[in-house]
Structures are given as structure tokens and as C-alpha cells.
Nanobody, 125 residues
């Protein structure tokens, strides 16, 4: 029903900013706006964790560790994650995910059925 692909990762110094993008391709009659979208990340040796999500009704959720620093948004067929005041512990592979419906979004990995390949974010100290 949907394919997603991330971009925008890279190497940045602590305190810096990055914006990740996720382009979604849907198959008619499904529309991007009908999907809840999320950003997840996985650091080396750790489990994947939910970072931020935005529901099909626009409701946003954030992990406590990124509140006030990260902003999730969506426009047309693209999902964004603006990351400010980056810390070394934000380093990891960042994944975009989608699920049909889920008006309020979710930070639970198990709730999402469609995943991208990931984009690497590295924050140096």
C-alpha cells in the first residue's frame, strides 16, 4: 500500500541540527494523509526505539528524550523530522515507518507495518 524512503542523515557536531525527510509512495485508493507516520532509531547494540510520530489526524507524540528538540511534521507526500540541539546519544540509524489509520499515531514499533531502509545520523562530541 505504501513505500517509504528516508534521506537527510549525516555527520554533525553536538549542538547542531539536521532535517530528515521520508518520501512516501502510495497506491490508489490509499492516500498519504490516511497513514500515521513515525520515526524510529536504533543505536549500535540497542533495540529500535520510537522517536516521534504523527497521526493521520495530526496528533504528534515524542519520546521523552527528544521532547523540545525534535519536531515531526508532514506535507504532501513527505514526512520530516527536524532535529535541533543534537547530542551524541542521538546517534543511530533512523527509520521512517507507516501504518494505515491510527489517527493519533504511535511510538510502538509493533504498530507499524511499512518501513524504510534507514538513514544514518552520527553526532560527534
Amino acid at each position: 500500500q505504501v513505500q517509504v524512503a528516508e534521506s537527510g542523515g549525516g555527520l554533525v557536531q553536538a549542538g547542531g541540527s539536521l532535517r530528515l525527510s521520508c518520501t512516501a509512495s502510495t497506491i490508489s485508493p490509499y492516500h498519504f494523509d490516511d497513514y500515521a507516520m513515525g520515526w524510529f532509531r536504533q543505536a549500535p547494540g540497542k533495540e529500535r526505539e520510537g522517536v516521534a510520530s504523527i497521526g493521520s489526524n495530526g496528533t504528534t507524540r515524542y519520546a521523552d528524550s527528544v521532547k523540545g528538540r525534535f519536531t515531526i511534521s508532514r506535507a504532501k507526500n513527505t514526512l520530516y523530522l527536524r532535529m535541533n540541539s543534537l547530542k551524541p546519544e542521538d546517534t543511530g540509524m533512523y527509520y521512517c515507518a507507516a501504518i494505515y489509520g491510527y489517527c493519533s499515531g504511535s511510538l510502538r514499533e509493533i504498530d507499524f507495518g511499512y518501513w524504510g531502509q534507514g538513514t544514518q545520523v552520527t553526532v560527534s562530541s
